[in-house]
Structures are given as structure tokens and as C-alpha cells.
């Protein structure tokens, strides 16, 4: 059976309690809650600094055993001008203890900067770095481009050959590619609206549940994991409003 995890990033997030959080609900039970109201979260953190495998341990044991934790992986990883180089760095990102999320652990994501321009030769050596599993459990890698130059053919055949998804970035400067590479499909919608209490208009919305159906059918697993990010910060505060509309317009016989 397809998997469908959708989602925000993070969960500790001052503006969303009273919105999102029920008024006066404990900062410590706000994953319970988020995890129980969607069906996955993109953790942000480890893109920062990096954590203990207590952490993750802890943060799994709070969602249920169908939930889906995505795993934004280190800046260190990622923003260098070799990325031929990062073998150390995505050793020290994977040591430390994401396999403690179990049967709870989704895609990686790998983020690069909007000045990052795409490099056939070294990209390529990046992806070989990629480990396959951790600890046992396999891992799936999903890329986020954001620069104009991996709209190229030879970006998309790299990330096919080596089954990385490219992830479906809806903003309005980074490349929207909308390439099918693994068995699964991944996105990020970051139009928020802060105006909006559905965070989209319903009726990009209704287009996107569309549009990320039909990419997770291209996928020979159908799985799919979609988030709403406020981009530097903008709309945040309605991105759970928006994964809860697309929740319920991805259920079967869904508005």
C-alpha cells in the first residue's frame, strides 16, 4: 500500500499555539499533538546542529507507529564549494543516531543554497557519498536544488540513476522540476499566505493534491511526502492549516 506523509517543519513554533496548539497546551506535548493531527514532519534541526540518538529516540516514541519523520540533513553536508569533499561530514550526520527513529524514518533531504550551481562531475561524486542505509534501515535521499542551473537533463539522469528524488519545490524563484527519479516522490510548497486561514487558496490546493497525486503514481511505490515550509519564515504560521487541507484533499473521496 502507498505511503502518504504530509506535513510542516518543525513543530516548536511560537505563533501556532492558540492556532494550531490548543491554547495553554505544554510546549513538551506539541509533537504528541502535531504527530497525531498529521501524518509526517520534517524535522529542520539536524540541519543546524547536530543531535544525540536520545533524541531521536525520544521524538519517535511520542508519534505513532504509522507517522513519518523526514530528516533535513547538516548545512555541513551541503554548503561547501567541493561537494566531492562532504564524506565526513555526511559520516558525522548519519552517526549521530538517526536510526533511532526506526520504522518512524523517511526521506533525507538535501538542501543547497540558491547560489549552489549545478556541477555534473562533482554532484555526481556528492551522490556516491550517499549511504544506502543506516544501521540496517534503509534510506531513501530526496534533493532540493535551488538554483536555475539543475533544470538540466543531465541533473535529472544523475538523480534517476542513483534513485534520488528531486523534490517538487513550489516557491517563487527556486527551479520547479518535476522529473520522476525514485520510487518515491517529495515536495515543498512554500507560497504560504499569512492572509489565508487555509495558508494556499483552496483552489491551489485542490491543483497541488492533483499535481502531487499524479507525481507519486509516476513513482513505482506511489509514496508520497509533501510539506509546507515558511520561507524565511513567511505564511508559517498557517503551513499546518495548509497540510490539513491537503490531508483531507488527498483522502480517498477527498474534497
Same mark, same amino acid.
Not at 38 to 65: C, G, M, R, V
Not at 129 to 156: K, M, N, T, Y
Not at 213 to 222: E, F, H, N, V, Y
Given at each position: 500500500?502507498?505511503?502518504?506523509?504530509?506535513?510542516?517543519?518543525?513543530?516548536?513554533?511560537?505563533?501556532?499555539?492558540?492556532?494550531?496548539?490548543?491554547?495553554?497546551?505544554?510546549q513538551a506535548d506539541e509533537l504528541a499533538f502535531a504527530s497525531s493531527a498529521l501524518s509526517a514532519l520534517e524535522i529542520n534541526a539536524t540541519y543546524y546542529s547536530t543531535h544525540k540518538p536520545e533524541d531521536f529516540a525520544h521524538w519517535a516514541a511520542q508519534a505513532p507507529e504509522d507517522f513519518v519523520f523526514a530528516?533535513?540533513?547538516?548545512?555541513?553536508?551541503?554548503?561547501?564549494?567541493?561537494?566531492?569533499?562532504?564524506?565526513?561530514?555526511?559520516?558525522?550526520? @548519519?552517526?549521530?543516531?538517526?536510526?533511532?527513529?526506526?520504522?518512524?524514518?523517511?526521506?533525507?533531504?538535501?538542501?543547497?543554497? /540558491?547560489?549552489?550551481?549545478? &556541477?555534473?562531475?562533482?554532484?555526481? $561524486?556528492?551522490?556516491?557519498?550517499?549511504?544506502? &542505509?543506516?544501521?540496517?534501515?534503509?534510506?531513501?535521499?530526496?534533493?532540493?536544488?535551488?538554483?536555475?542551473? @539543475?533544470?538540466?537533463?543531465?541533473?535529472?539522469?544523475?538523480?534517476?540513476?542513483?534513485? !534520488?528524488?528531486?523534490?517538487?519545490?513550489?516557491?517563487?524563484?527556486?527551479?520547479?522540476?518535476?522529473?520522476?527519479?525514485?520510487? @518515491?516522490?517529495?515536495?515543498?510548497?512554500?507560497?504560504?499566505?499569512?492572509?489565508?486561514?487555509?495558508?494556499? /487558496? /483552496?483552489?491551489?490546493?485542490?491543483?497541488?493534491?492533483?499535481?502531487?497525486? #499524479?507525481?507519486?503514481?509516476?513513482?513505482?511505490?506511489?509514496?508520497?511526502? !509533501?510539506?509546507?515550509?515558511?520561507?524565511?519564515?513567511?505564511?508559517?504560521?498557517?503551513?499546518?492549516?495548509? #497540510?490539513?487541507?491537503?490531508?483531507? $484533499?488527498?483522502?480517498?473521496?477527498?474534497?
Amino acid at each position: 500500500m502507498a505511503r502518504t506523509g504530509i506535513g510542516v517543519g518543525g513543530w516548536t513554533f511560537a505563533p501556532w499555539r492558540g492556532i494550531f496548539y490548543p491554547k495553554g497546551m505544554r510546549q513538551a506535548d506539541e509533537l504528541a499533538f502535531a504527530s497525531s493531527a498529521l501524518s509526517a514532519l520534517e524535522i529542520n534541526a539536524t540541519y543546524y546542529s547536530t543531535h544525540k540518538p536520545e533524541d531521536f529516540a525520544h521524538w519517535a516514541a511520542q508519534a505513532p507507529e504509522d507517522f513519518v519523520f523526514a530528516v533535513k540533513a547538516s548545512r555541513f553536508c551541503t554548503n561547501r564549494r567541493v561537494l566531492a569533499e562532504a564524506g565526513p561530514s555526511v559520516e558525522r550526520f @548519519f552517526g549521530q543516531g538517526i536510526g533511532e527513529l526506526g520504522p518512524r524514518l523517511g526521506p533525507i533531504l538535501w538542501q543547497f543554497m /540558491p547560489t549552489k550551481k549545478f &556541477d555534473h562531475d562533482d554532484f555526481a $561524486r556528492f551522490l556516491d557519498l550517499l549511504p544506502q &542505509d543506516v544501521g540496517g534501515q534503509p534510506l531513501r535521499h530526496a534533493i532540493e536544488p535551488r538554483h536555475a542551473s @539543475f533544470v538540466d537533463p543531465a541533473f535529472v539522469d544523475l538523480c534517476r540513476a542513483r534513485g !534520488a528524488a528531486i523534490c517538487i519545490s513550489d516557491h517563487p524563484v527556486y527551479p520547479l522540476i518535476e522529473e520522476a527519479t525514485a520510487d @518515491f516522490a517529495y515536495a515543498r510548497l512554500m507560497r504560504l499566505n499569512e492572509t489565508l486561514e487555509s495558508g494556499y /487558496p /483552496p483552489k491551489d490546493l485542490d491543483a497541488w493534491a492533483g499535481r502531487l497525486k #499524479a507525481a507519486a503514481d509516476q513513482t513505482p511505490s506511489g509514496d508520497l511526502f !509533501a510539506f509546507f515550509i515558511g520561507a524565511g519564515g513567511e505564511g508559517k504560521v498557517r503551513a499546518p492549516a495548509a #497540510a490539513l487541507g491537503l490531508i483531507d $484533499r488527498l483522502k480517498p473521496g477527498g474534497t
